[in-house]
């Protein structure tokens, strides 16, 4: 769409999805409602929030920031070092002893993940101290010198007291704040996380899906599959740090978005702290749609690819001299009619709701595709393949190529 801005593509496909949604599934109000990223992330720890529920998340560093406690203490001395924690509203009475190693086995594989072949360690100190208090580690990880994240699941008693190896080693004091800030009552679950802040945000996030899933396997009503939110995500980020060079930057949608008007000087002095016009559209939890304004300035859009992303910009000379011939402002978004389509009718999968889904292997079972296809087949088309000796496909010694059967039709 050319000589549009963000506000006019968001209101398109708020009319458009108002116009084609069931009358069933009752009305559709608009305007949807935004929330920044920055907001997303520290609310519910993802970028794509289902707020159908609560649970957010609450930052509870303050009450730590003094602390003698050695694994929190360590954690204020780290870039972005921060204490967090959710709070399940009734987990204590309704989750099981095997629901909570669960959500510790949860949290492990989420270190693992961001840490990748990182080794891991325990805090062999305090190790020691959960397996004297209760026979069991209290899921309290240090993942390497660079990513060392400490989370504890806390059960809040009958008489507010917490059962957890952690409430031993805290002063009432900052137990009472913590229930506070949090509006823990007994029989509620704390669950607090000690980390650097862009890890311990998404874990908590993950956490709170987690354990909301748990709770509904117990029949604790908590996401109505009746009800819709549609939520706008904007102001994303415009630039990421590299996951291997954390010195340098990439995209964090592509290269072509536009940075926000209110940041456009900053893109040139602070461009880690440019925000976008990238947008998701966000409909229970799950993104259903994701757009963008894109640079429509030759200039600056060399100046992204040259100086801050440290691309040859010559592979897109074609684009930087069709900006440079006049391009208008211009943006777009694409739906996901299958993602949107499963939601409304409660299907499991988006597979449920294609006509001819792939397998989980990319097979199509319809076809049989993708299949080997003979020399004879593809003269018509004047195609002709050149197997390296070694690769030559054991069932057949002509020249053959895998392909899906609609790709000739």
């Known amino acids: 769409m050319s000589f549009v801005d963000q506000a006019g593509i968001q209101a398109l496909i708020e009319g458009l999805v108002q116009h084609m949604w069931p009358d069933e599934k009752g009305s559709v109000s608009t305007p949807f409602p935004s929330m920044t990223y920055e907001e997303a992330m520290r609310d519910f720890g993802v970028d794509k929030p289902d707020t159908r529920f609560g649970i957010k998340l609450v930052n509870v560093s303050e009450v730590f920031d003094s602390t003698d406690v050695p694994f929190l203490r360590d954690t204020f001395r780290q870039p972005g070092g921060c204490v967090q924690a959710i709070c399940v509203v009734n987990g204590a009475k309704h989750l099981k002893s095997k629901d909570l190693e669960s959500i510790k086995q949860v949290a492990l594989v989420h270190f693992q993940q961001v840490c990748g072949n990182m080794n891991y360690t325990k805090k062999t100190q305090y190790a020691e101290v959960l397996l004297l208090e209760d026979g069991l580690f209290d899921c309290i990880l240090s993942c390497s010198v660079d990513f060392q994240q400490e989370v504890s699941v806390v059960v809040v008693k009958t008489d507010g007291t917490w059962k957890s190896p952690l409430g031993k080693m805290l002063p009432e004091s900052v137990k009472q704040s913590v229930h506070q800030m949090t509006m823990a009552q007994p029989g509620d679950l704390l669950i607090l996380a000690a980390g ?14 987690y354990c909301a899933e748990l709770l509904e396997e117990k029949g ?16 994303f980020p415009l630039f990421l740090p590299k996951k291997e060079e954390p010195g340098e930057l990439e995209s964090a949608h592509h290269p072509f978005t536009a940075p926000h008007p209110e940041d456009a000087d900053r893109l ?13 559209l966000v409909l229970n939890g799950c993104e259903i749609g994701g757009g963008s304004v894109r640079i429509h300035n030759a200039s600056v859009q060399k100046f992204v690819l040259e100086k801050v992303l440290k691309e040859d910009s010559s592979l897109l000379s074609h684009l930087l001299e069709a900006l440079a ?3 208008p402002p211009h943006g777009g978004i694409a739906l996901g009619l299958d993602r949107l389509l499963s939601i409304i009718v409660g299907a499991s999968s988006i597979r449920d709701v294609i006509a001819f889904p792939k397998s989980f292997r990319g097979h199509d079972l319809m076809s049989g595709a993708p299949s080997f296809v003979s020399k004879e087949e593809l003269r018509p088309y004047h195609i002709d393949v050149k197997w390296p000796a070694a690769d030559i496909p054991e069932e057949s010694h002509s020249t053959t190529i895998l392909v899906a059967h609609n790709m000739i039709s």
């Open 268 to 280: 040139f002095s602070e461009p880690h702290k440019v925000r976008s016009q990238h947008f998701d």
């Open 325 to 327: 011939s006049g391009a």
């Open 220 to 235: 604790v009503a908590l996401r109505d599959p009746t009800a819709f939110h549609f939520l706008w995500v904007v102001d």
């Open 196 to 209: 650097q802040q862009d890890v311990v945000r998404p874990l908590l996030g993950k956490l709170r899906l």
